[in-house]
């Protein structure tokens, strides 16, 4: 049974779908004069709160060209936006995303320009960096984001879920790894960033060798999701209140953390002490320490905090 505290959050998700749901009809309909995406519909369910769905449901929410360009332009902004302090990344329609869109992307991969083997090269190499930037732009948004998984996430969406920061599943949410499937290595960002977040190279190894599906309770037990739930209602519902739960706290302190969480992940311990030292000289000159401290003391939420915006 839901807990009392999944419940309200339940109650508070279906409060906000109505409007939420017309922005993103609204924002997402392909031509129209208030849509800048094609690919994915952006809403903001409350304040602070910035709502990324990948938004090709007709599609199984496939990767196609518009995608890749669409996030990077997507999260650039977001990371440059003061309103936005989270972000929850969720697929719309029957599952999270089939992955890539292989009918509309098989001219960039299996056709590129170029007079000779060295210019073929150059060109694909230029497409397949390309394509890295649309996951490292989540990595590299300072704002923290959590990410909703139902159903399916195949391929390139193994890669977006690793570049976030918390990820979130459904029972009948399944993962795999299918790029061997297609005759190609995972280029990427899984086979870099999988291996961080499972505990188990072996497993890591297994996966990308097999493309074997990975399902909902496996990935809670070796580390690739936080939580499980019954279904997408319910984990929308939580994936919401847990943004909120961060939009609360001092921007300064949360995008800190998230930086120096990344940078320690790829550096050594002493190296991470150093650049966490540097960074807090002067991010400890902040009114939000204060702010902080005197909400904790006087027994207050900190969402009642009025932090400065960032």
Known sequence: M??????????????????????????????????????????????????????????LNAMNKAFWSEMVECFDEISGD???????????GRVFTAGLDLMDMAGDILQP?????ARVSWNLRKTI???????????????PVVVAVHGACIGGGVDLITACDIRLCTQ????????????????????QRLPKVIGSRS????????ARKMYADEAK?????????????AMMAVALEMAGEIAGRSP??????????????????AEGLNYMATWNMSMLQTQDVMKSAQATMEKKSLKVVEFSKL
């Open 129 to 143: 960096t390309k394509y890295q930037e649309t996951f490292s732009v989540i990595e590299r948004c300072p704002k």
């Open 2 to 59: 839901l807990s009392a505290v999944v419940r309200s959050a339940i109650n508070k998700y279906r409060g906000l779908q109505r409007p939420t749901l017309a922005v993103i009809r609204a924002m997402s309909s392909s031509g129209g004069p208030t849509s800048p995406y094609t690919a994915l519909a952006i809403s903001r369910p409350a304040q602070f709160i910035t709502h990324v769905e990948l938004h090709r449901p007709d599609k």
């Open 172 to 191: 009948d949410a399944w993962f795999q790894v299918k790029e061997v499937d297609i005759g190609l290595a995972a280029d990427v960002g899984t086979l």
């Open 203 to 210: 497993l890591v190894n297994e996966l990308a060798l097999t």
């Open 82 to 92: 003061p309103d936005c302090r989270v972000v929850v990344v969720s697929g719309a």
């Open 113 to 117: 320009e170029g007079d000779d083997a």
């Open 221 to 233: 037990s070796s580390g690739l999701v936080s939580r499980v739930f019954a279904d997408k209602e």
């Open 252 to 269: 300064v302190a949360v995008q800190g953390t998230k930086v120096n969480l990344i940078y320690s992940r790829d550096h050594s311990v």
